[in-house]
């Protein structure tokens, strides 16, 4: 029987869980909200261990530190193992251009890791609560980054600085050229500003027979504006798996 690995990705707002056996998702746990949904996070641990399908080891990938000892404990106290926590600043990314010297977050790493085996040149938009875009060459190797606030992000930032602006939060898609009342043209706003975000980098990314793909939870609200690109809602839990194995050899 193969072994059944488990990774957890921590972000700023949620937390995503899979379980892997020979290296592909046997079952995604689930999406939680990372201040509202804990306790359905360990009614769904306790659903996997109910369903005995149960990981034997794992790791946790995290860019919110103060929630790793919660989620770990959890983690143990249904499953019976410690998992082991991403070192995302001592981890040596290889394929990288020489002048990016600061560390890589371990999202960011996932992505690059799972870029590498569809292969480059391409460009990764992660749509998240910030909107990254990632840059590999033709020999993918990372070689830059731009970054956007996200678009629940940019949603809320309409009422936190403004007098009478509401916050929206029903983005919906995009499907109209313009708004033709406050709400919708907030809207719109904030989708177009994004898609065009993305659509602008990857034209001006100088390769010929790039790629562009496209995941993150946000991905929901764009991925009908862009037919021709990948689109794959697990691409960075898969990049976290290829980190696992990695990490794996080494201890």
């Given at each position: ?193 994004t898609i065009s975000y993305i659509k602008n980098a990857f034209s001006e990314f100088d ?45």
């Amino acid at each position: 029987m193969k072994e059944k690995i488990l990774i957890v990705d921590i972000g700023n707002t949620a937390i995503e869980l899979a379980i892997f056996e020979d290296n592909q998702i046997s079952k995604f746990v689930g999406f939680f909200d990372l201040n509202k949904d804990l306790s359905n996070l360990e009614l769904a641990l306790k659903n996997c261990k109910n369903e005995k399908n149960i990981p034997e080891k794992g790791m946790i990938f995290s860019v919110v530190p103060h929630m790793n000892n919660k989620i770990s404990k959890l983690i143990f106290k249904y499953f019976k193992f410690k998992i082991s926590i991403f070192d995302w600043q001592k981890y040596e990314l290889k394929n990288k251009d020489p002048k990016i010297t600061e560390p890589i977050g371990a999202d960011l790493i996932a992505d690059i890791k799972s870029g590498e085996q569809i292969g480059g040149p391409c460009v990764i938009a992660d749509c998240g609560t910030i909107t990254k875009l990632l840059f590999l060459d033709d020999k993918s190797n990372f070689i830059g980054l731009s970054l956007l606030p996200g678009i629940e992000v940019l949603a809320k930032l309409f009422k936190t600085n403004t007098a009478l602006l509401p916050e929206t939060k029903d983005i919906g898609n995009l499907d109209s050229k313009f708004g033709l009342n406050t709400i919708d043209s907030m809207r719109h706003g904030i989708l177009f500003s994004t898609i065009s975000y993305i659509k602008n980098a990857f034209s001006e990314f100088d390769f010929e027979n790039k790629k562009l793909i496209i995941t993150g939870g946000n991905l929901k609200f764009i991925f009908n504006e862009f037919l021709d690109a990948i689109i794959d809602q697990n691409f960075t839990l898969k990049g976290m798996n290829i980190l696992f194995n990695e990490v794996e050899k080494w201890n």
